[in-house]
């Protein structure tokens, strides 16, 4: 009796201590507890990670980004790397670099007068067109260099005073009125009238197709090709109620 009294005494521990060691008892629980928690979260990260890589296996990298949507039959298929980039419609399609003719810089290279002509990509030009509403091209970009849509319902006026010509390699328009070389003049007797600036002038009398020029012949050297001309054998007849006139030192179209 005395032994298991003294081996009850030996065991027995005073309280505070006991507390102490309950105490770090639990606190030993709830941080390995918490560093489960922990563990478990970074695994469901991982895992929540690697559902996201798988995801984006099927999704991203396969059938549908990285496979037909983006890199298939959309992105790199039949839109962008197909039929609409590199196919008819794109920049190596048809219409594009590698295709048909453009309306780009090329379109206004020249190596005679007769190559240029005045178009304009404006479906809506009404009114009486300036020199500005035009550019100059060489004659076998017309098509490519004028409007390709519905033409707006409005009235067009012809500006016969406007054409174009080659210079230094280059198709340039002019306005004959505001052209020195053309228009320039100090009296009224430096002024003749003429029917529209081709090279050939136009038969017949009317009004709409009437400019005034100088007698120094520079409206035709502008406009006619480098050879031999063959112009029709008939005599323009100018209206009788106009001239020409210098006004402002330009040949001016008035009424007598």
Known sequence: MLSQLGAAKAAWIPWPERGTRIADAVGMRAFILSGLLLLVSSIAACGGSSTEDGAGGANTGGSNTGGANTGGAN??????????????????????????????????????????????????????????????????????????????????????????????????????RKSDPMSGCTKDEDCTLRMGVSCCEGCGSNDWDLVAVNNSGALQKAVCPSGPVGCPACAPIYPDNKKAACIQQHCAVVDK
């Open 75 to 176: 992105t790199g298929g039949a839109n962008t790397g197909g039929a609409s980039t590199g196919g008819t419609a794109g920049g190596g399609g048809i219409a594009g670099a590698g295709g048909q003719l453009s309306c780009g810089p090329d379109a206004k290279i020249c190596s005679d007068n007769s190559e240029c002509v005045l178009t304009t990509q404006d479906c809506c030009l009404c009114g009486v067109p300036e020199l500005s509403d035009f550019q100059a091209v060489n004659q076998k970009y017309t098509a490519e260099c004028s409007c390709g849509g519905p033409i707006c319902d409005c009235a067009v006026a012809p500006n016969p005073n406007l054409g174009a010509t080659c210079q230094a390699g280059s198709c340039e328009g002019f306005d004959v």
